[in-house]
C-alpha cells in the first residue's frame, strides 16, 4: 500500500476494541478491509519474550482461526482479479480451515493468472514440521514465489541452512 498498489487484507478479526484498533491500523495504511469478516472471538495474540523467533502463541479458538474455504468462495471475484497473493505458514497452521482458506485462495489467485507469494514462517509451538512439510509441498507448485529463512524455516522444512540447496529444493517441489 505504501508503493501505492491497491491493497486488501482477507481474514477474519475479533469483534471487540482491539479489532477495531486493528482495522484502525489497516486504515492507517491504506489497506482495503471490505474483505474481512468480523467475529465474536477474540482476536489471538503472540509475545518473542526469549528472542530469536521463540514465540508464544495465544491463537487457539481465535477469530482469524475461523477463517475457512467459505470466506475465500465469498470473495472469489476479487481474489480472481488480484495480480498476487501473500500466504503464510502461520495462517495456515492456526486451524484445519484456515490451512484449507489458504490453499483455496492460491489455487484461485494462481488459476487466474496472479502472482502467489509463500512465506512458510514455520513455528513449531504452532505445527510441527511433519505437517509445515506438507503444507509447503501442496503449496509450492501453485506459487511464483517462495521466501522461507535460513535457517528458521529452512533447517526444520527442508534439513539445511545453504541457502543454495534451500532454492534447489523449493525448484524441486514446483516452486517458479
Known amino acids: 500500500a505504501a508503493a501505492g498498489a491497491t491493497t486488501a487484507l482477507l481474514t ?3 469483534d471487540d476494541e482491539l479489532g477495531e ?3 484502525d ?3 492507517t495504511f491504506g489497506v482495503e478491509r471490505a474483505l474481512i469478516r468480523r467475529s465474536e472471538r477474540p482476536n489471538g495474540a503472540y509475545l518473542d519474550v526469549v528472542g530469536d523467533r521463540e514465540f508464544i502463541y495465544w491463537r487457539t479458538q481465535s477469530a482469524a482461526s475461523t477463517l475457512g474455504p467459505a470466506d475465500i468462495a465469498h470473495h472469489v471475484t476479487a481474489l480472481r482479479a488480484s495480480r ?11 486451524s484445519p480451515s484456515s490451512e484449507d482458506a489458504v490453499m483455496v485462495a492460491a489455487h484461485t489467485v494462481a488459476e487466474a493468472g496472479g502472482h502467489v507469494t509463500y512465506d512458510p514462517n514455520f513455528r513449531g509451538r504452532m505445527t510441527t514440521e511433519h505437517e509445515a512439510q506438507i503444507v509447503l509441498a501442496r503449496m509450492a507448485p501453485l506459487v511464483s514465489l517462495m521466501t522461507p529463512s535460513c535457517p528458521g524455516d529452512s533447517e526444520p ?20
Not at 84 to 94: E, K, N
Not at 157 to 176: I, K, M, Y
Open 84 to 94: 498476487s497473493l501473500i500466504v503464510s505458514g502461520i495462517t495456515a497452521a492456526l
Open 21 to 23: 484498533a486493528l482495522l
Open 12 to 14: 477474519v478479526v475479533g
Open 25 to 27: 491500523c489497516l486504515d
Open 157 to 176: 522444512l527442508f534439513g539445511t541452512s545453504d541457502p543454495d540447496e534451500v532454492v534447489q529444493r523449493c525448484r524441486a517441489l514446483g516452486a517458479h
